[in-house]
Every structure is written in structure tokens, then in C-alpha cells.
């Protein structure tokens, strides 16, 4: 999803750091907030950062005959919420700028947007959404990790498409040509991250569900339920 | 063990999938990322150039999947630091609890 550097003309450049930027700073003050009076929540606030950097290193090949990576933005954003995630995935992103010549610099606004604000929000909304509609928990954490990961690849196709229209057609053709490198690519690898994320959150339920019920990310039914099944 | 036996089928067919098309046809497995450039050179007639450049690019092959190696590894490392920690802090809790029910029924 890394437009690369330069790769975005004015004004969209312009125009994404302008929505990403703002995100992110509330984002960082947030994130002080849960630290200042969480302090419990540091380990899982790192642990989710990780998964992403973890997550975001490996490209995989794909069915279509290239390779792209996942996000591993679904945990921080059902854990800890778009806000936070978006300065997490921000923090990869620069990394990634900086030291890989993956993406820019003057596309950090664009994939932050991508990466860390839509795909979490998607992922937010849709874990609260099947929970609320009763699906397991593991099943509800695969769904917003696939569909987080999923919606990044499609704003990347939106923005790109936005920024390059085509000459006949317009927006949406470029769309279609932009989603047929991106999305298509990106659907069995959405598929694979969804299932390691509901792996991974397998592990912190059993090791730190008190963390979880204490910030609302469950509730103690779903854990009473969990544990009887276990038992 | 369940949802470790799903994941690891979903990786399984992953693979295979993988090992059946690299072996049935010819691609080049590049990135999606730079197939979205050609994407944008074919939009826009091949006049489109970057306006600015990367400040570094790792010199060789060798140095990016360093890079990439390294950014992986400080993951795993944070994460497998704290589940550790975490599984250990369990266990410890567990043992007093046991300890101290075992006092009282001593008592």
C-alpha cells in the first residue's frame, strides 16, 4: 500500500497529510493519556505496536504473481482504537520511508491515511459490530484484522486513482486499474492476517483478560464463556 | 488448540497456492508497490516523474532485507518480551494463590 516517494502530485499530498495529520496528533495525546493513567496497558500498547512492525516487514506472495505485505493494524485498533494506531502505524511508516525507500516522505500523509486511519476505523467498527451481533470473539477479531487490512489496500487504489485519473473514463477506470494490482493482491494476505491477529488476541485474552475487560475491549460474559469452553 | 490448527491450515493452503502457481506460471513477484508505478506511467503516457526522491535507498538487495530483517526481528522481540513476561507473572500468581489456600488449610 506504500505509494512510493513522490509518487503523489499536488494538491493530494497536500491534501492527505491535511487529514492525516490532525488524526494523529490526537492520536499522540491519546496515547499520553492511556500511559499517564494506564500504566498497566504499556506492555499491550507495545505488544501492538510490534505486531504491526512484525506484520508490515513481511511481503508475501500473492495468487496474482506479486508480492505484497499485510498491516497488522487490527489488534491495535480493536485494542486500543483508531486514534492511537494511526501514531503506531505512523512511527512504521517513517521507519519504512526512512530507512527502506518503501513509501515517502512526501506520501506519509497519503499511507498513514491508508494504513493507520481507514484500515483501523474499518477494523474498529466492524470488531464492534459483529460483537454486538453476538459472533465469537476470535471470529470478530479475524473479520475486523482481514477488513482492516483490506480497506488500506482499496483507500491506497482511491487515493492513486484520485491523484491519476484516466484520460478516457476518469477516476474510475484508474480505480479499476489501481484495485486490480492492489485489492486482488491483497485478499488471501487479508485472509492470513486475519487469522494470526485472532491467534495473537487468543493469547493476550488468556495471559491479560483483566486488562481487556478493564478497558471495555470485552466483556465478562464473552470471557466466562471462553473460559468454559476452554474448560 | 483449535483456532492454532485453523491458522496454521490457512497458512498451509497459503503456501500451496504459492507453490502451485510459481511452479505453473511464469510471474516476477514483484512488488505491488511498484506495480502500481507502471500503473501510473500507463495512465498518464509515461510523462509522469516523481518529484522528489527517496533521501536513502539501501545500496543492495542484501542491505534492504537487512533492514526489513531488522524491523521484523525488533517485533518479535517487544512481543515475545511481553507475552513471556505476562505468561510468567501468571504462573507466579497462580503458585501464591496456591500457597496461601494451602496455609489456610493448614491453619
Redesign the interface.
Known amino acids: 500500500?506504500?505509494?512510493?516517494?513522490?509518487?503523489l502530485?499536488h494538491p493530494w499530498w497536500e491534501i492527505w497529510f491535511a487529514l492525516s495529520l490532525p488524526v494523529v496528533a490526537y492520536g499522540v495525546y491519546r496515547m499520553n493519556q492511556i500511559i499517564k493513567e494506564r500504566r498497566d496497558t504499556l506492555?499491550?500498547l507495545?505488544?501492538s505496536?510490534?505486531?504491526?512492525?512484525?506484520l508490515?516487514?513481511?511481503?508475501?506472495?500473492?495468487?496474482t504473481?506479486?508480492?505484497?505485505h499485510p498491516t497488522g493494524t487490527g489488534m491495535g485498533a480493536i485494542i486500543f482504537g483508531p486514534w492511537i494506531t494511526s501514531v503506531m502505524a505512523m512511527i512504521?511508516l517513517i521507519?519504512?520511508?526512512?530507512?527502506?525507500?518503501?513509501?515517502?516522505?512526501?506520501t506519509l500523509g497519503a499511507n498513514t491515511f491508508s494504513m493507520g486511519i481507514a484500515g483501523p476505523v474499518v477494523g474498529y467498527f466492524v470488531y464492534k459490530l459483529a460483537m454486538k451481533s453476538g459472533l465469537n470473539l476470535?471470529v470478530a477479531v479475524f473479520l475486523a484484522a482481514m477488513l482492516a487490512d483490506w480497506a488500506t489496500y482499496i483507500v491506497?487504489s482511491i487515493q492513486?486513482a484520485l491523484a491519476?485519473?484516466?484520460?478516457s473514463g476518469g477516476v474510475l477506470t484508474?480505480l479499476e486499474?489501481?484495485a486490480t494490482?492492489?485489492a486482488i493482491?491483497?485478499v488471501?494476505l487479508a485472509?492470513?492476517e486475519g487469522?494470526?491477529t485472532?491467534?495473537?488476541f487468543?493469547?493476550i485474552v488468556q495471559?491479560?483478560s483483566d486488562v481487556l475487560l478493564r478497558m471495555k475491549v470485552v466483556s465478562p460474559g464473552t470471557i466466562e464463556s471462553l473460559k468454559e469452553a476452554s474448560a | 488448540m483449535k483456532?492454532?490448527l485453523?491458522?496454521l491450515g490457512?497458512?498451509v493452503v497459503?503456501i500451496a497456492?504459492?507453490a502451485y502457481?510459481?511452479s505453473t506460471?511464469n510471474?516476477?513477484?514483484?512488488?505491488?508497490?511498484?506495480?502500481?508505478?507502471d500503473?501510473?506511467s500507463?495512465?498518464?503516457?509515461g510523462t509522469?516523474q516523481?518529484?522528489?526522491?527517496?533521501?536513502?535507498?539501501?545500496p543492495s538487495a542484501e542491505i534492504?532485507s537487512l533492514?526489513?530483517?531488522l524491523?521484523?526481528a525488533?517485533?518479535?522481540?517487544?512481543?515475545g518480551y511481553?507475552?513471556g513476561?505476562?505468561?510468567a507473572?501468571?504462573k507466579m500468581k497462580e503458585a501464591a494463590t496456591a500457597a496461601e489456600q494451602e496455609g489456610k488449610s493448614n491453619a
Do not use: N
Open positions: 500500500m506504500h505509494i512510493m516517494e513522490g509518487f502530485p506492555p499491550l507495545a505488544v505496536g510490534a505486531f504491526i512492525f512484525v508490515s516487514s513481511l511481503k508475501m506472495p500473492s495468487v504473481g506479486s508480492c505484497s512504521v521507519y519504512q520511508a526512512v530507512f527502506l525507500a518503501h513509501g515517502g516522505l512526501t476470535y491506497t492513486l491519476f485519473p484516466a484520460a484508474s486499474a489501481f494490482v492492489f493482491t491483497q488471501p485472509i492470513v487469522a494470526v485472532a491467534l495473537m487468543k493469547y495471559l491479560r | 483456532l492454532e485453523i491458522t490457512i497458512i497459503f497456492a504459492f502457481i510459481s506460471q510471474h516476477e513477484w514483484g512488488g505491488a508497490d511498484g506495480q502500481a508505478e500503473v501510473i500507463q495512465l498518464t503516457g509522469y516523481p518529484w522528489f526522491h527517496s533521501i536513502y535507498t539501501p534492504e533492514l526489513f530483517a524491523q521484523a525488533i517485533g518479535s522481540m517487544i512481543i511481553f507475552l513476561y505476562y505468561r507473572l501468571a
